[in-house]
């Protein structure tokens, strides 16, 4: 392992969704967006032919988010990075999920904070649920929109729930109308009991230095401050 730690990660100009599913694989982890926060991110590597927010399933990035999830590709898309969203592979998710949450349970890290409880309790009896169905089942209102906004980022952040998908609202008839709306799920039913298993195994501490040497291989630049920040998710 040590060996290949060594040496500077190499990526090629991306062009379209395959190239970007190979290099999404190499890297592990990314933010979504142009803005790498001093750190990285796989935008940097974006060539003319990705245009964002065109519609075209092959080179519009924005596309990809959900693309990804609807393939099975066991790549989860979440808010993830200084509560903004980006991607997170299996192969990586047990170390984060170390450095994240340790051996602490939700309560010990939710103790005293309603809306995650409300929100967590929900997917965790129902399964997946849309942002719309969250809001009404959990009877949140208007004026608990921050904080319902809030509390779901942290849970992504800390490794409790992921994007799973998107859906549509329905009519009392059963007739889909709207926008999209994200679904979430429990990070047990994206990623599977055995990732937690190997997470369980890992000290957060030889986590978080075995993620440092990675981030340093995807930007041999970034300082330990701006690594840190990426590794803890704030």
């Given at each position: 392992?040590?060996?290949?730690?060594?040496?500077?990660?190499?990526?090629?100009?991306?062009?379209?969704?395959?190239?970007?599913?190979?290099?999404l694989?190499?890297?592990?982890m990314?933010?979504?967006?142009?803005?790498?926060?001093?750190?990285?991110t796989?935008?940097?590597?974006?060539?003319?032919?990705?245009?964002?927010?065109?519609?075209?399933?092959?080179?519009?990035?924005?596309?990809?988010?959900?693309?990804?999830?609807?393939?099975?590709?066991?790549?989860?898309?979440?808010?993830?990075?200084?509560?903004?969203?980006?991607?997170?592979?299996?192969?990586w998710?047990?170390?984060?999920?170390?450095?994240?949450?340790?051996?602490?349970?939700f309560?010990?890290?939710?103790?005293?904070?309603?809306?995650a409880r409300?929100?967590?309790?929900?997917?965790?009896?129902?399964?997946?649920?849309?942002?719309?169905?969250?809001?009404?089942?959990?009877?949140?209102?208007?004026?608990?929109?921050?904080?319902?906004?809030?509390?779901?980022?942290?849970?992504?952040?800390?490794?409790?729930l992921?994007?799973?998908?998107?859906?549509?609202k329905?009519?009392?008839?059963?007739?889909?109308?709207?926008?999209?709306?994200?679904?979430?799920?429990?990070?047990?039913?994206?990623?599977?009991?055995?990732?937690?298993?190997?997470?369980?195994?890992?000290?957060?501490?030889?986590?978080?230095?075995?993620?440092?040497?990675?981030?340093?291989?995807?930007?041999?630049?970034?300082?330990?401050?701006?690594?840190?920040?990426?590794?803890?998710?704030?």
């Open positions: 392992m040590e060996r290949e730690d060594r040496g500077r990660l190499a990526f090629s100009e991306i062009s379209n969704y395959d190239e970007f599913l190979s290099a694989e190499l890297a592990g990314t933010p979504g967006g142009v803005n790498g926060e001093g750190v990285f796989l935008c940097g590597f974006f060539g003319s032919a990705v245009r964002w927010h065109t519609g075209d399933p092959d080179t519009d990035p924005w596309e990809w988010r959900m693309r990804v999830l609807s393939e099975g590709r066991g790549i989860a898309y979440g808010k993830f990075y200084y509560g903004k969203s980006g991607y997170l592979t299996r192969k998710f047990p170390y984060l999920l170390a450095v994240r949450r340790g051996k602490s349970s309560e010990e890290l939710f103790a005293g904070d309603e809306a409300r929100i967590y309790t929900l997917i965790r009896d129902n399964g997946r649920l849309s942002l719309h169905m969250l809001k009404l089942l959990g009877f949140f209102s208007r004026e608990e929109k921050s904080d319902f906004e809030r509390a779901l980022t942290a849970l992504q952040s800390s490794l409790f992921t994007m799973c998908g998107q859906e549509r329905l009519s009392k008839e059963g007739r889909e109308y709207g926008w999209n709306s994200t679904v979430f799920c429990l990070t047990e039913e994206f990623f599977g009991e055995e990732s937690f298993h190997e997470a369980a195994a890992l000290s957060s501490q030889n986590a978080f230095e075995t993620l440092d040497r990675h981030l340093l291989r995807l930007n041999p630049e970034a300082d330990a401050s701006r690594r840190r920040r990426f590794l803890l998710g704030c």
